[in-house]
Nanobody, 114 residues
């Protein structure tokens, strides 16, 4: 199983980024997918999650109204659209696939700074 995140980078406050998570080696549509983030010295936290068919989503209170999670089961890919970014969104963002087991990607750095 491989989860590969992309789309991170440096953005100014108020800007936008779109993260992608490309999955391989698993039956993507049978996994609940989620994005998590972590900053040094803190625990990894859930940012957003999406159900197998994409009909149900959940968000951390800190990103509600700014972030959108989606998935394309035909492309084995999950997305995180991040708008109105704030410096406190700076973190390494990780993709997670969960069913009987869970798998993690390597992470992509997002830095929000002027």
């Amino acid at each position: 199983v491989q989860l590969v995140e992309s789309g991170g980078g440096l953005v100014q406050p108020g800007g936008s980024l779109r993260l992608s998570c490309a999955a391989s080696g698993l039956t993507f549509s049978t996994y609940v997918m989620s994005w998590h983030r972590q900053v040094p010295g803190k625990e990894r936290e859930l940012v957003a999650a999406i159900s197998r068919a994409g009909g149900t989503t959940n968000f951390a209170d800190s990103v509600k109204g700014r972030f959108t999670i989606s998935r394309d089961n035909t492309k084995n890919t999950m997305y995180l659209q991040m708008n109105s970014l704030k410096p406190e969104d700076t973190a390494v963002y990780y993709c997670n696939a969960r069913r009987d087991y869970q798998y993690w990607g390597q992470g992509t750095q997002v830095t929000v700074s002027s």
